[in-house]
């Protein structure tokens, strides 16, 4: 494997620096291409013993996104509606009948089968970090994000979820950001504000 070296400052730019999260979008559509191309990113980043417990449902017709924006808070449901695209991040409570495939080193399956706290633990944590790797992902091939929680979980895994060991995490929208839609920056501190070196 070669060295690695530091991504340059526009690359920074894209993923971090300059990137938003958005309330609404350019009339532009999202490919299905572009939809692979970001699986293809999110399922390398690191999850507990390669558990991937995320289950996405990427809503693009009209019918599906009004589905769900009933489920949502005032305000989100035109987000939902509006959106090219947007995706429900759940959450396999039985990712573990996956392991052997997934993490065949070793009978990781036997730590979660019968344990459904430690299961559940898991795929929240783990779904929580592939939702961020979502939105990274989906930064680097050149779309915009706007993640969400103002919505009813329950009646969501009803609506897509249902019959599954599926659960919702988060919602988030998917397209091409309109710069109208969003405020100022808000404030991000300084190292020593929130870190401590031991």
Do not use: H
């Given at each position: 494997?070669?060295?690695?070296?530091?991504?340059?400052?526009?690359a920074?730019n894209?993923?971090?620096?300059?990137?938003?999260?958005?309330?609404g979008?350019?009339?532009?559509?999202?490919?299905?291409l572009?939809?692979d191309a970001i699986w293809?990113?999110?399922?390398?980043?690191?999850?507990s013993?390669?558990c991937?417990?995320?289950?996405?449902?990427?809503?693009?017709?009209?019918?599906s996104?009004?589905?769900?924006?009933?489920?949502s808070?005032?305000g989100?449901?035109?987000?939902?509606?509006?959106?090219p695209?947007t995706?429900?991040?759940?959450?396999?409570?039985?990712?573990?009948?996956?392991?052997?495939?997934?993490f065949?080193h070793t009978?990781?399956?036997?730590?979660?089968?019968?344990?459904?706290k430690?299961?559940?633990?898991?795929?929240?944590?783990?779904?929580?970090?592939?939702?961020?790797?979502?939105?990274?992902?989906?930064?680097?091939v050149?779309?915009d994000?706007?993640p969400?929680?103002?919505f009813d979980?329950?009646?969501?895994?009803d609506?897509?979820f249902?019959g599954?060991?599926i659960?919702s995490?988060?919602?988030?929208?998917?397209?091409?950001?309109?710069e109208?839609s969003?405020?100022?920056?808000?404030?991000?501190?300084k190292?020593n504000?929130?870190?401590?070196?031991l």
């Open positions: 494997m070669s060295a690695k070296l530091p991504l340059d400052q526009n920074l894209q993923l971090f620096c300059e990137a938003r999260s958005y309330n979008y350019q009339d532009k559509e999202v490919s299905a572009q939809m293809e990113l999110m399922k390398y980043a690191p999850t013993a390669n991937l417990p995320a289950r996405l449902i990427w809503c693009q017709s009209e019918e996104k009004k589905k769900l924006a009933a489920l808070m005032p989100n449901d035109q987000k939902i509606i509006e959106a695209v995706v429900i991040i759940g959450m396999d409570l039985e990712f573990y009948n996956e392991l052997p495939e997934l065949p009978d990781a399956k036997s730590w979660f089968d019968s344990d459904p430690n299961a559940q633990v898991t795929a929240f944590r783990n779904s929580s970090l592939q939702g961020a790797y979502f939105i990274m992902a989906a930064r680097a050149g779309l994000t706007g969400l929680s103002g979980n329950a009646a969501v895994d609506a897509f249902t599954t060991s659960k995490n988060f919602i988030s929208t998917l397209g091409y950001g309109d109208v969003i405020f100022e920056r808000s404030p991000r501190p190292f504000k929130f870190n401590t070196i």
